[in-house]
């Protein structure tokens, strides 16, 4: 059968093929049959040879002649792949065929707005939608293009459509990546204004042709900063004693070309050894000598992957803090993971970052962390040789090995002065090999001795001998590299109470620790932990890297977990652990207790620790603990739930929703509730969890997952409901009525506020009742009946003053005035922004002071006072940077703006 196909398979492709004369097509090879590829020309062979040679012609940053090679094949085709062809396989490669080529013209279109080619690009995107309108990759290019053409009301309408078409055909919202690129076209983030236009070279053109020029380089016609981006310089400090590694410093340096222009490529190095080889110390002093090649900023972060908790952090953490370093507020940041990565390559596209990515795990953590386009470069640490990328990405390896003799003795020379060491060089010798020539080692034994100048140094490397023990993460080929008498050694050069303290703050949980917390740790009185902590720094035990925070290196928190495990007994490190979550539970209630002062408390059971939370004079000294805290809390939440903490962890979850939600930490709030939720029905308490279901409705509602946010609130509400908790259904119902709001459903908002309403006046709570009502006005504005909305206002206010609450009072003061706003009476807005903006900053409540000036920003440009209406802004701006506020550079944004003579209604809440 096989030589019958074969036989007609010949006259088939070879018609012309005289009898008897061999194919050269189909050949004999052995006893089967081969086909030459080199006698075949198919449409699809040039298509997949264009995607290849323009996929490394963008590497090499050609993206000019990438889409000129991409150009060549007709990407948008006139029929279907494999046409008549029958069968299921067929079929199965029809649809493949299909999506490559959609894929390359979007690729090319992608390509064309990187060079600057929107207005040409947005007639061919908009027949691509039109042809394929729930493909939102599409309308993801087509909203860039038409932002870029100055377009943007018909991009939000192209927005709105897509939304709809998703809802009505599918029954779903657009996903997380298409939602970030509209978010940032409404807060007119600059990096998405794009480059400069490069002009498309011809498709045809030749050395010889009259008048030609080689195409422009892409590179070369881009801002080397783009207007208005946030250049964040996260590096940590330089090590002033940083001494040898030429020989590793010469090898990084030719990383980088000739001259100060950026790499033609992203460039990776990858700095790999054992611990404590100061990998980091390394990368560090590195990237501050090679900085000002990176105009665009540096960015740094620890990635933890050897934290011995097990809380190594996840790339989509990473990518989160590097996206509000660059600009982003914390709400806009996409959930998913794919989602992240591409909103972070694309605010890094055609920018020069120079990025370190300290103490990975491994590849999988490193790669959505690494950027797209050419331009950067990243320095990743990590103690294993990370295989993957230097495979999958052409990056470029560095083992640290120990430090050679001469850098050995070079480092104990600039820690313990010439003098010292040419004294005695057998104990400098003896020192070095004792410590495996192990840089953290050598520094820690250092330390201890300029702290000692009337030791010998013969003495010093004595009691190394006498301690010599073995750390297994310092493990080598021969004893000579094994290094845990140095720490030993400095351990039992403690006091007793300091070594206490030393094995306790292994069991903290966050990335670092205050002194409050250390005292909690203890029991001990905060003066005397401040002198143990004292005595830990200066033995090179613990770095206070900011002042009052402290933090373990990686591996002396690995021994101090080894030590706390073999010297303190269980029910000691229970104890311990009861003592920091009391501190953690009773400081946060303390804190929402000053944020909210009239709001209902979830009351505490009794303490048997005696552990003494911090407490606060005014609402700016506790947003700023829950600033400085915020993920040591949601690492104690998590660390809570894990250890069987399971009350702490729904009760301190609870204690911080009204920070988390008003800041915008939503993530932070969905993921500390989803934790408190499971412990509350560990515990099989309704209470806790109800309380972890309203917050993780709330998370919800602000991230806007209407369906699960709604399950959440009604099961919470239930839970309340057969609690015989007033205040709590109260709680769920003012929820329920904003996600009602939010999905504009304003009649079941308007019944849910009556029924909160009703609850709280039986039990007598004015204050929250008044609350309610200014909840209510806010609704009847988003319906329009502004006249209403001041009713209740006032009746609001008026409850509000009664009971003293100036900051219900400052709230309703800013709902009256966004209501006369929109009724165009300007000025009686003016004078209850005012008012508003007096009483919070009475209060101290610095960001919604902030909040308030945007709004008397608006109305006082709403009258064409455009001075006064700028030095609102001004002040709004210098209080949200005084906060560290993602907010910040929004505002700033529009202090850059033109003025114009139209009048704005203020942003909605």
């Not at 917050?695 to 609690?723: K, M, T």
Request: proline share 7%; charged share 25%.
């Amino acid at each position: 059968m096989v030589r019958t196909y074969v036989s007609r398979l010949r006259k088939l492709f070879e018609p012309e093929r005289r009898p008897g004369r061999p194919s050269g097509l189909l050949v004999s090879v052995g006893d089967g049959y081969a086909l030459r590829n080199d006698r075949i020309s198919s449409d699809l062979a040039e298509f997949e040879e264009a995607l290849t040679q323009a996929e490394r012609c963008r590497v090499v940053g050609d993206t000019t002649g990438a889409v000129r090679l991409l150009r060549t094949v007709q990407t948008a085709g006139g029929g279907a792949p494999l046409a008549g062809v029958p069968g299921p396989y067929a079929e199965s490669a029809r649809t493949e065929l299909t999506e490559r080529r959609l894929g390359a013209l979007e690729l090319r279109l992608s390509m064309e707005l990187e060079l600057g080619r929107h207005e040409a690009a947005v007639p061919e995107l908009l027949a691509l939608r039109t042809a394929h309108p729930l493909r939102e990759s599409v309308v993801e290019l087509l909203l860039t293009a038409l932002y870029r053409c100055g377009r943007q009301a018909e991009a939000l309408e192209a927005y709105a459509s897509t939304r709809r078409l998703l809802v009505d055909e599918l029954g779903i919202e657009p996903g997380p990546s298409l939602r970030a690129v509209h978010a940032r076209l409404l807060a007119a983030d600059p990096a998405l204004a794009g480059p400069t236009l490069i002009a498309p070279a011809p498709d045809t053109h030749t050395r010889d042709s009259p008048g030609a020029a080689p195409p422009p380089e892409p590179e070369a016609s881009l801002p080397s900063r783009r207007p208005g981006a946030v250049s964040p310089a996260q590096l940590p400090a330089d090590l002033p004693l940083f001494t040898g590694r030429r020989a590793e410093l010469d090898t990084l340096a030719a990383l980088l070309p000739e001259g100060d222009g950026p790499p033609g490529t992203p460039v990776i190095g990858v700095i790999d050894g054992m611990a404590g080889t100061g990998k980091t110390t390394l990368a560090v002093h590195w990237a501050h000598r090679v900085a000002h090649r990176f105009p665009d900023g540096s960015l740094y972060v620890n990635l933890r992957g050897y934290d011995p908790q097990g809380s190594r952090m996840l790339p989509g953490s990473a990518i989160e803090m590097f996206l509000v370093a660059l600009g982003m507020t914390p709400q806009t940041v996409p959930e998913e993971l794919d989602a992240q990565s591409a909103l972070y390559r694309s605010i890094l596209a055609d920018r020069r970052f120079l990025i370190v990515l300290d103490n990975a795990r491994d590849a999988e953590q490193v790669r959505p962390l690494l950027p797209g386009t050419p331009g950067s470069l990243v320095i990743v640490t990590s103690r294993r040789r990370l295989g993957g990328l230097v495979a999958g990405h052409g990056a470029h390896p560095l083992t640290t090995g120990l430090l050679s003799p001469e850098e050995s003795r070079e480092l104990l020379d600039r820690r313990l002065g010439r003098a010292r060491v040419d004294a005695e060089p057998e104990a400098v010798a003896a020192i070095t090999e004792l410590c495996a020539r192990l840089p953290l080692a050598l520094a820690i034994v250092a330390a201890r001795t300029a702290h000692r100048p009337g030791f010998r140094l013969a003495d010093v490397a004595q009691e190394l001998r006498d301690h010599h023990g073995s750390l297994d993460a310092f493990v080598g080929d021969d004893a000579g590299t094994d290094a845990r008498a140095v720490f030993s050694w400095s351990y039992h050069a403690l006091s007793p109470e300091a070594a206490g303290l030393f094995r306790r703050l292994a069991l903290h949980p966050g990335p670092d620790i205050t002194t409050a917390a250390a005292t909690a740790l203890t029991g001990a009185p905060r003066r005397e932990v401040r002198a143990l902590l004292s005595e830990l720094t200066g033995a090179s035990l613990l770095n206070e890297h900011a002042p009052g925070r402290f933090v373990f290196h990686d591996l002396l928190r690995a021994y101090a977990a080894e030590l706390a495990e073999a010297e303190d007994g269980e029910s000691a490190r229970g104890a311990t652990l009861l003592r920091m979550h009391d501190h953690f539970l009773r400081t946060a209630h303390n804190a929402s207790s000053v944020l909210g002062p009239f709001r209902e408390p979830i009351a505490l059971p009794p303490s048997t620790t005696g552990s003494e939370p911090l407490r606060f004079n005014d609402r700016a000294q506790a947003t700023s603990w829950l600033r400085t805290e915020r993920y040591v809390l949601s690492a104690i939440v998590e660390h809570a739930a894990a250890h069987g903490y399971d009350e702490h962890a729904w009760r301190t979850a609870a204690a911080l929703d009204v920070y988390f939600n008003r800041l915008g930490f939503w993530h932070d709030l969905l993921k500390i509730n989803s934790v408190a939720l499971e412990a509350a029905r560990k515990l099989g308490d309704p209470l806790g969890q109800a309380y972890s279901l309203c917050g993780l409705g709330v998370a919800h509602s602000q991230l806007d997952h209407a369906e699960p946010a709604s399950r959440c609130l009604a099961r919470a509400l239930d839970l309340f409901r057969d609690a015989g908790d007033p205040f709590g259904q109260a709680r769920a119902h003012r929820a329920l009525a904003y996600l009602a709001n939010r999905t504009d459903r304003r009649p079941a908002a308007l019944d849910h506020y009556a029924q909160a309403r009703a609850l709280l006046r039986a039990e007598g709570d004015r204050n929250g009742e008044a609350g309610v009502l200014n909840e209510v006005a806010w609704t009847w504005i988003l319906i329009g009946d502004h006249a209403k909305a001041l009713d209740c206002c006032r009746e609001g206010l008026a409850l509000h003053e009664e009971m003293d609450d100036p900051y219900g009072a400052a709230s309703t003061q800013d709902t009256l005035g966004y209501a006369y706003h929109h009724l165009g009476r300007y000025a009686e807005a003016i004078e209850h922004f005012e008012r508003s903006v007096s009483l919070f900053a009475l209060i101290g409540d610095r960001y919604l002071e902030a909040d308030v000036l945007r709004h008397l920003s608006d109305a006082r440009r709403a009258t064409g006072d455009r001075e006064a209406a700028r030095e609102a802004l001004r002040s709004a701006l210098a209080l949200l940077e005084e906060l560290g506020h993602p907010e910040a550079e929004e505002v700033a944004s529009a202090l850059r703006e033109p003025d114009t003579d139209e009048p704005v209604a203020p942003k909605g809440r």
